[in-house]
């Protein structure tokens, strides 16, 4: 689930759902001073691999890190065209949420507009055959004409 802007927040997913939550927006310099590090340090392994003989797995695990690192520099680079820099300090926004779903907005109206229409809303046509029941007999309800025992332990018998 990518969020790109626009009048719909995203809020994350919960842990029952197993999503994640990819958030495409304005980067701060640690984003980069990160990525470059990383890109830095792999390839600093790689050549002290080479150079001082060391096994092959550094030299491979050197590659690694290397390239996940360029990956980072430039998704962030990305990030950083389209989007710019985060700004500095606490920034507040102010978004509106449906009453029934939580889901959240940038603004009133579309969130409104929502409300009339959110499935878990009280504004939905009630499914066909009425209202929600329930499906069998619940437990320890007793079936109609017939008398309840006592869960009392029956002494004498064996």
């Known amino acids: 689930q990518v969020v790109f802007g626009g009048d719909e927040l995203i809020a994350p997913p919960s842990i029952r759902e197993g999503g994640m939550l990819l958030v495409c927006g304005p980067i701060t310099k640690q984003h980069l001073y990160l990525a470059g590090a990383t890109f830095a340090a792999g390839c600093v392994i790689t050549v002290l691999a080479l150079v001082a003989a060391l096994p092959d797995v550094v030299f491979l695990g050197g590659i690694f890190i290397a390239c996940a690192g360029a990956a980072q520099v430039l ?40 409300e009339r ?20 007999i619940p437990v320890n309800a007793p079936v109609q004409g017939q008398v309840m025992q006592s869960n009392a332990p029956i002494v004498g018998h064996q």
């Open 75 to 114: 998704a962030f680079g990305i990030m950083w065209k389209m989007y710019g820099w985060r700004p500095e300090g606490p920034v507040t926004t102010t978004v509106f949420a449906c009453q029934f779903c939580g889901r959240q907005f940038n603004s009133y109206e579309v969130a409104s507009a929502h």
């Open 117 to 136: 229409q959110c499935q878990f809303g009280t504004n939905v046509a009630v499914p066909v055959g009425g209202a929600p029941s329930v499906i069998g």
